[in-house]
Structure formats: C-alpha cells, structure tokens
C-alpha cells in the first residue's frame, strides 16, 4: 500500500528551498519510489509550488518535474486556492518564504487545518514565535521546524562518540562558523548570499539565523542552555544588493556567545559572514572531554584520545617540536550518510502518516528565536542573560 501525501512547497524559489527541500529532498525520496516503512507500505510525496512569481514557478516545475514525475510539477500563486483545494488534495503545507512573512502563511495554514512544516527562524521575536506555536498546537495540527544539522554526518558522529563514553566528562565547547561573504562591490565576486541578511528591517541577522542552529545542535547534543552572553556587530557597513544597489547593512554580520548549559559545561560559539576560512570545514565543533575531543566538520569527524594527547612543554624560543595535526583519527562512522534535509523530511512525513515520533516542532523552533533574542539583549545591555524554561 502506498500513502499519498499533498504537500504545498511554498516560497521554495530561494536557493535553500530549491536545492534543499525540493531536489535534494522530496524529489530524491520520489525518484526512491517514496519511504519505505517497517510494515512495507510506503509514502509517496505529491507536491505542487507555490509562491509570488509565475515566471520562477514555472521554471522551477519545468526543470525539476519532468526528471521526477515526468512531467512539470503542477503551480500556482494561488496559495489561498491550494490551501482551499481548489487545485487538489493537499494535507501539508510547507513554508520557505522569508522570516517576516511567514507568520502570516502559517496562519493560513492553520485555518485550512493542514499539518505544517516550516524554515527556520519560525519568527524574529519570542513572543510570535511562541503565538505561532501555540497557535498550531491549540488548533491540533502536526507541525514541525527545521533543525537539518542533527543529522549532518559531523554531528551524528559526534552523538554515537558522546554515548560510547569516549569523551568521558565533556568539559567545553567551541564552535567556530563563517566563512567570507563577498559584498559585491569589488567588481569580480558577486554575493552569495541573498541581501536582506544584512537588513535587520527584513529579518536579517546572523544571531537570529544562527543562534537557532546553535540552541538545538547545544540541546541535542550536549544538554539545555541556563545562561550566556553574547556581542554581536555590523563588521561591513555598506553591499551591493541584487539589482546592483549599494545600501547600508542595518544587521549584524558577526556574534560571539558563551553558553553555559545546566551541568556546568562551557559552549562557545563564533559566527561570522566576514572571516576567511582555514580551518577544517564552515562549521566545526572542538570537544574537549577529561578521556578525549573531538574535532567535528559538517561530514568529518577526527578523535584524540587521552593515550594519544602529547605532552607540550611552553617555551617560545625554540621551534614547536610537536606537529598538533598528528595524533588525531578519523572517528568511525557509515560509508554513506543520506542528505540532512531529507532524513528530516522523512522522518516529518512518518509522523504525520503513522504518528511516529516527533519532537522538533514550532515549539522547539520558538526556543532557538528565544536564545535569539536573548543574545541580543545581552548585547544590547552587556550583561549575562539566564534563560527561562518556558
């Protein structure tokens, strides 16, 4: 048997919602023939696009849809009409749009009683974050938000080492992230990233795109958050936009945080648009415990055990005789590890087909926007900030 699940794919015209959601996920778990379950059913995801611009929908339809169903994904700009039923069956709605505007789409989805699956940050604030939130649970809807990098090859890695023990008491944390974002204005790179992450008045922000990241890879993998402090800065002033446009950059570029979680252990964490890498990939966690760390990339993972830490001796007048990169292994781990977006759109599709379980919902969402703006204000008043169990 094979359960067929609508699902509207709205604002996936963006980079992430193309390439990750809609071709490096659902259109790959459809080339699969669907998800397999234990009890041999499958689901089978049935999509259509939605968003503002015909013209990119029907381009996006006809690139990705023939390869995978064989013919171009159906579309519309008639969200309120998709989510009606008005052009077909459709039970999930799934929202990539930018930050500001997603509030309201999930609203809509709401009043039309579809389970709902959305980016992150689900908000610029707590306070809609959590009204978003308890907006869905109250009306009974399944719902979910994006939390990719639990099931990054790194970070799985990384659990299976915590629960073997091989770190034996975890004593900090570092997290080291960015990479340099050209500004477009030096006449040979373009940016890469779209403009409005430089405007707070458009959602803009590394803290509040980032630290959403941080709070659940933190909770997940190392234990809840009880306090921190954070700085954050506007390193460059002034990007050209897409069509050309020099404008002034009103959000934060770069933002540094300790956390303290409840048992003690120190994270700290560097996010930045406006470094140059040399390092071993775009995010990497250091994990320093008393039997052993752990150097984690996005996909690599390299161990030290407490056998095979060397014994430095300071003395700067001569040449360091210890090569530091020597003495590490690569951590053991799958041949093959399935696209992080994917797992977790699996995993979402089960639970809303055979209500298997799921705990990364819109409530989970609105804590990353609450460590958010908790950094903020513990910039904003320089101080530490505790964070509230709510």
């Known amino acids: 048997m094979t359960h067929h699940v609508g699902i509207i794919l709205n604002g996936v015209t963006g980079r992430m919602g193309t390439n990750q959601h809609l071709e490096r996920s659902l259109c790959a778990i459809i080339k699969d023939g669907g998800i397999l379950l234990d009890s041999g059913e499958r689901i089978m995801p049935n999509i259509i696009l939605t968003g503002r611009s015909n013209e990119k929908l029907k381009k996006l339809a006809e690139e990705h849809g023939p390869s995978t169903i064989g013919k171009p994904f159906p579309y519309t700009t008639d969200l309120q009409g998709a989510l009606e039923g008005k052009h077909g069956n459709y039970e999930v709605f799934f929202d990539a749009s930018s930050t500001l505007h997603r509030g309201k789409f999930i609203e809509m989805a709401v009043n039309a009683g579809k389970s709902i699956y959305c980016e992150k940050p689900t908000a610029v604030d ?203 292994k690569e951590a053991p781990g799958k041949e093959a590890y399935e696209n992080a977006f994917k797992v977790q759109w699996q995993e979402f599709l089960k639970h809303v087909v055979i209500d298997s379980p799921w705990k990364y919902s819109l409530q989970e969402g609105a804590l990353g926007v609450q460590l958010a703006e908790l950094g903020m204000q513990s910039w904003k008043e320089s101080c530490w900030v505790n964070v509230p169990t709510l």
Request: proline residues 3%; hydrophobic residues 35%; glycine residues 10%.
């Open 126 to 328: 707590t306070s809609e974050a959590f009204r978003l939130a308890q907006l869905v649970d109250r009306a009974g809807l399944k719902n979910g938000v994006v939390q990719d990098k639990l099931w990054l090859p790194g970070f799985l890695k990384t659990r299976s080492l915590k629960e073997q023990g091989f770190f034996g008491k975890i004593l900090s944390v570092r997290g080291e992230f960015g990479y340099w974002v050209f500004t477009g204005l030096d006449g040979q790179q373009s940016a890469q990233r779209p403009s409005w992450n430089y405007r707070s008045e458009d959602g803009g922000g590394i803290m509040i795109d980032m630290f959403c990241h941080w709070h659940y890879l933190i909770n997940d993998l190392f234990g809840p958050i009880e306090k921190l402090v954070a700085y954050g800065n506007t390193d460059i002033n002034l990007r050209n936009n897409e069509n050309d446009e020099t404008f002034d950059c009103t959000a934060d570029d770069s933002a540094y945080a300790i956390f303290v979680l409840r048992d003690g252990t120190v994270c700290q964490f560097n996010s930045s648009w406006c470094v140059r890498v040399r390092r071993d990939d775009l995010l990497c966690l250091e994990i320093n415990g008393t039997e052993g760390s752990a150097i984690a990339g996005l996909r690599d993972v390299r161990i030290q055990s407490s056998a095979d830490t060397p014994k430095p001796v300071w003395n700067p007048d001569v040449e360091q005789p210890i090569n530091f990169f020597e003495g590490w």
